[in-house]
């Protein structure tokens, strides 16, 4: 495992941080089905209404990201004007449950889309702003909502489509964390960010068997890059393969010569219990490895039992209009790695 | 006029790069249209095909993009594995138009959405990157299209609507930009990140509107945080407010002790001809700003016409969805202080 005095670029695609930016606090607001689910003892708040007493799915997706940056702020103890930046963005056309969750908080912002990877981008850009020496603290936020991405990518909720075993379920619920350029029990000490891959799998149904050669590409370019075996990590956690993807993963990783069988888990795995909550392969969405790391993973490490943990959200690059004009599903992967200060 | 020895935060909501990154080479692909108009002429390449031999005009943005980013990258004598990071993002939902156009260039990647005001975070995030040590070259894009806007936010061009004088024609074209972290006669000397600014304004067809009161506070917030004058101003250069977006920038601006009358002007109104190209207020999209940039505006930089100039490219952030569930529009834009080294 590379040891460095100086921030700087690392390998082909990674930046290690000698100095490296921590994790204040976060927060994570979560569903009912996510409050049902294995891990649903970790979320700061579950709320029972799917809208969150709004008028829409998508004002309330706004409501879920807007309540975990503003729980993760007092948490802090801080302000949105003590925000340099804020870093966010969700699954919606145009980022709108975003938009409309951060737009009173009066904070410079840069919206981003990888979609179910994106709090990933959100942490690296966030971590590469503060190790930078562009601002002492930053927040960075994703979220997603069952019912809004249902009715973007796939049928209306009413249509009551089958849904085959590959599919995923859709998280509801947002997490958001607020980053330190020198505080934080919980560090970054890397990132390694990811190319688009694309394998041409074409099964929107499928999102797994799309995004895992992106977390395979990624995972492999960070070992690589931070001489690392799998043994030196206490898990590698991809965002939302699910079980069909994770198979993937494990054989492509495999033939190039890691295995992570033991490290690997995914949030959209571990999130929900597919024989008692009907979810298919396993939760999905940017919310799925937002809050699994704002609320179970970094419980985990501030418990001591991780010290090392590789977080790699996934994404599926596809829109409707992409999907039914025949384009491929290509995936990408950005990996963070975490550790205890 | 801030003058300072090292890179850093400056006042609220900026960034000073006392060593400044710089352009290497960029490039313009526009539509038929835009070649028409009163800039036609300074675009690397005009293409006549709205759907550039592609079977969509989603497709066709992409190839845009694709060949922007090429063109550039020819110019600077580089290949895309010289690039550590790529940045760009468009306005179709879940950017659709950005991955299909670089997903072959194998170049990690950070998909960003600024609805038209991308190319202005694309550059910001590009230049905190080289300035931060993290890269030596970086690319980044943005594009939009006629047809693939119009699909996405209004409504089917075979219904031919009728369009109010507020309203604005989207851009069909692509810039690219390869950036270096010590190179290029036309350097990034800082950056005024946006916060999101909402009137109210519930007009999809007055964008201008929309947007100008966000234009307004990166402009005002920019000269109190670099101690500047607009006289210190060559030009500065709005992103797509167009006529009635102007009237309002310039009013709010003078309401809050600047007039910028002499320096202001606006993609969008420079773009075409109303008269005779039937654009209404102006042009708009994200490919406006980023074509005007790498057509027109270095040209005159580099000419010696121009030597330094602010480029604050603006973003209406709203989705059909967001639009039609009563939710207003509100903007944001990102300043980026353009100059010759």
């Not at 670029?9 to 490296?20: D, E, F, T």
């Amino acid at each position: 495992m590379v040891n460095k005095k100086e921030n700087g670029p690392l390998g082909k695609q990674s930046i290690y941080y000698a100095n490296a930016p921590g994790l204040v606090s976060w927060a994570s607001i979560a569903g009912k089905k996510e409050g049902e689910g294995p891990l649903g003892g970790y979320f700061d708040q579950v709320i029972e209404d799917a809208a969150f007493g709004q008028d829409t799915w998508e004002e309330g997706e706004s409501e879920f990201m807007e309540q975990a940056c503003k729980t993760a702020l007092k948490k802090a103890n801080l302000q949105p004007n003590d925000m340099r930046y804020l870093y966010g963005g969700d699954l919606l056309g145009q980022l709108i449950a975003t938009t409309f969750a951060v737009k009173d908080m009066d904070i410079p912002f840069f919206g981003i889309y990888g979609a179910c990877s994106t709090v990933g981008e959100a942490l690296s850009m966030a971590s590469m702003t503060l190790a930078g020496g562009y601002a002492d603290y930053v927040l960075a936020t994703a979220s997603s909502h069952f019912g809004g991405a249902e009715k973007t990518f796939r049928f209306p909720l009413e249509y009551a489509n089958q849904r085959p075993v590959s599919s995923t379920w859709t998280v509801t619920g947002s997490g958001a964390f607020v980053l330190s350029a020198t505080k934080g029990d919980i560090i970054i000490r890397g990132i390694t960010t990811g190319k688009i891959v694309d394998y041409g799998v074409k099964d929107s149904l499928n999102m797994g068997a799309c995004m895992a050669p992106a977390a395979a590409s990624t995972i492999y370019q960070h070992l690589q890059d931070f001489s690392a075996t799998p043994e030196d990590y206490d898990r590698i956690f991809t965002g939302d393969l699910g079980k069909v993807g994770q198979e993937i993963l494990l054989n492509l990783l495999e033939e190039n010569g890691y295995d992570i069988q033991k490290q690997h888990r995914d949030c959209g795995i571990e999130i929900f219990d597919p024989d008692t909550q009907n979810t298919g392969c396993g939760g999905s969405g940017c919310g799925c490895s937002a809050i699994t790391l704002a609320g179970y993973i970094t419980k985990q490490m501030l418990e001591g039992n991780w010290k090392r943990v590789l977080f790699v959200p996934t994404g599926a690059l596809l829109s409707t209009v992409s999907y039914n004009e025949g384009q491929p599903i290509p995936g990408i992967a950005h990996a963070i790695l975490f550790e205890l200060r």
